[in-house]
């Protein structure tokens, strides 16, 4: 079986790009992880990443084409197929966007489109939702948009701060990535007329409730 090759971008913990090289660890996981790139030196997932042996450099992110430019050879160099976008805080140039286009993902706090950019599980539980979530989608040049490829849907608790619904959802966030990159290294993902369709696709049967009847 040859595995996808997948480049990783991130820009600090890097707990999700942690994740997915979780499940890279298992070889009949259907992709590996062949190269990261960071903006920032001091990200600690790049350390993770280099101390796993992968290859791994930083691109400091001074000009967007600039970036765009030297990522480009980088990933190239390594015969990336699919770029995963895992906390990189930078908006990347349109051209390098339209490059990748459906073949460059991202994962994003919240159930999109509702909350896209910054803090959105802030603003989550500014508006008093009762569910939020976590969205893998592919990327397109406006911020957090794009055909949604998988969610996962995250309750809100009446005592929640930031933090507390950051980490609820952080920890589903690491369940997801890694099915979203499994179902596009098996060939089963595809983009029509802007959304995506997965073969073998099966629904979750039960619908959810919050506050959970009866109260
Ligand atoms: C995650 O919440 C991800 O959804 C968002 O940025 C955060 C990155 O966390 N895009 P980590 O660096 O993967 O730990």
Redesign the pocket.
Known sequence: MSRLRVGVL?S??????RALMAACVDTTYPARIVSVVSDRVKAP?LAFAQSAGICSAVIPHHARQAFAAQAEVLLRGQRVELVCL??FMRVLDAAFVEAWRDRMVN???SLLPAFPGLRPQSRALAAGVRFTG?TVHFVRPEVDAGPIIAQAVVPTRPDDDEASLSARI?SV?HRLYPLAVRLIAEGRVRVVADKVEIDGWRAPKIALLNPCEPL
């Open positions: 991130i600090g913990r890097g707990s999700n790009l997932g895992a906390g994962i994003h706090p976590c952080l966030e």
